[in-house]
């Protein structure tokens, strides 16, 4: 069979990489040769490594069996297949020998002591390579030598998290072993992500973080967009269960203020992370002043004593939210306090599809402050589910105005649990009601009725206009 050079190298790599995105290190499957012929083991001789560096396995030695077994087969010193090598096969000063065999074989790879590096059973030569599999150990040889002038280098199995188009927490040195504190290492690869522009990942499994993750501190400088992208977020849709058990999780202990802050002007994107507290204190997760945030398929696991789930802005002037165009969609709150905490200019935020579970409580799931005189405005929440048995209120507003609720749902109140609480100062904002649970019976308290727009549509209740109302998924009314 005839390849195009060029085309093949670039598909193989564009191949790997993918494969090592999803964790899967690759061992090649038999070929379809006929048995006079033999094939090489791959590209253009076997290597090997000492575990954990770039030196080679200078005097290593390769054992090999027939599959399963522990009965030696041959294998040959060129693809003419009439002269065996010995058994085992000692590599080189470089870790490198000729290795030639059909079929499949079982391979025991041991340094010069004989003390054993990897076994690897139903190991195919180079013919094909459809079903790859691995082990994790990072010591798979055979794609040693692939280069490509495009690529700059020669491939390793570790290079796939040190060379790709990203930038790997684990390449600055974390373990994300649940017990090392990888918080130097995560400020590393941020800074780096942020120099470069490169989307910064992290491993499914659990990364400790002891201290405080800082994207970004100066709220008067323009920072390149950060996307963060993690392995997959848990929910749990029954029970009280209050910690992930999957996916990526990032355990913060970290309680002198919020466990990942960013403050300069810029957007940051999170998805796909459990942010999980396993401490016992009731700081928010994420704190923004002038960075815009995209959060979504996220998951926000609160500690003992409840955390927040978002800050947007604090208290004055000098800290007022200026990260407009903020959106925090399809994300899961557990065991929180507030999802959301909009204070001081928090404007233009859309909060929707959300779900605000069982285990979280307080006085309300979501509260807007925008601080007198001022006020927050222009905000959308729609389509967020609340659990309200351990919360008064689900939205509490206070110098809110201009401000659009549509859809929202509120299960399991009773007639002392109110879905919007206003006080006098929140004006001009619109109410839609979602599914409101039948023990409920307030459902926007205001101290002075009229001075916002509410349209009641539950079981075709006439609204606040005098008009049946149907409100559609999208946040439109139909009268």
Not at 36 to 62: C, E, M, N, W
Request: glycine share 12%; net charge neutral.
């Amino acid at each position: 069979m005839t390849f195009r050079k060029s085309k093949f190298w670039s598909l193989l790599l564009a191949h790997l990489f993918f494969l090592a995105a999803l964790g899967i290190h690759p061992v090649v499957m038999p070929p379809t040769a006929d048995a006079a012929t033999q094939s090489i083991l791959p590209y253009p001789r076997f290597k090997a490594f000492v575990t954990g560096t770039s030196d080679p396995l200078a005097g290593g030695k390769l054992y090999t069996y027939l599959p399963g077994t522990t009965t030696p087969t041959n294998t040959y010193t060129t693809s003419a297949g009439t002269v065996a090598n010995a058994n085992p096969v000692v590599l080189d000063a470089n870790g490198e020998a000729d290795v030639w065999f059909t079929g499949t074989i079982k391979l025991v790879l041991t340094d010069s002591d004989n003390v054993t590096v990897w076994t690897k059973d139903n190991v195919g030569a180079v013919g094909s390579y459809g079903s790859l599999t691995g082990d994790s150990t990072g010591n798979i040889s055979g794609f040693d030598n692939v280069t490509n002038t495009g690529y700059g280098g020669t491939l390793r199995s570790g290079d796939f998290i040190t060379k790709g188009p990203w930038v790997d927490v684990r390449a600055k040195g974390a373990v994300c072993d649940n017990t090392t504190d990888d918080s130097a290492a995560f400020a590393l690869a941020t800074t780096e992500a942020l120099t470069t522009g490169k989307e910064l990942r992290i491993p499914s499994g659990w990364c400790y973080l002891a201290s405080q993750w800082v994207l970004s501190s100066d709220n008067t400088a323009h920072m390149k967009p950060l996307k963060i992208v993690g392995g997959g977020a848990d929910s749990i849709g029954a029970g009280l269960i209050y910690a992930p058990s999957g996916g990526t999780v990032l355990r913060m202990t970290y309680g002198s203020g919020p466990k990942v802050s960013t403050k300069s002007v810029g957007l940051v994107e999170f998805t796909g992370i459990n942010f999980y507290n396993s401490g016992t204190d009731n700081q928010a997760f994420i704190y923004t002043e002038g960075t815009t945030i995209h959060a979504h398929n996220n998951a926000f696991w609160g500690g003992s004593n409840k955390n927040d789930g978002f800050h947007f802005g604090g208290d004055n002037v000098a800290t007022a939210f200026q990260g407009y165009g903020t959106v925090i969609r399809d994300n899961y709150f557990q065991k929180i306090s507030r999802a959301a905490y909009l204070r001081k200019y928090a404007n233009a935020v859309v909060f929707s599809h959300n779900n605000i579970w069982n285990g979280s409580g307080g006085t309300s799931a979501i509260e807007i402050d925008g601080k007198t005189p001022d006020s927050a405005t222009g905000n959308v929440f729609e389509g967020n589910l609340i659990e309200m048995i351990n919360y008064t209120n689900g939205f509490k507003l206070t110098n809110a105005n201009n401000n659009y609720f549509a859809g929202n749902s509120f299960f399991d109140g009773n007639s002392s649990t109110r879905p919007y609480y206003l006080d006098s100062t929140s004006t001009y904002n619109m109410f839609i009601e979602g599914f409101i649970s039948s023990g409920t019976t307030n459902f926007v308290y205001e101290p002075t009725a009229g001075k916002n727009t509410i349209h009641r549509n539950a079981q075709g209740q006439a609204s606040s206009l005098g008009e049946t109302y149907l409100n559609v998924y999208n946040g439109l009314g139909i009268r």
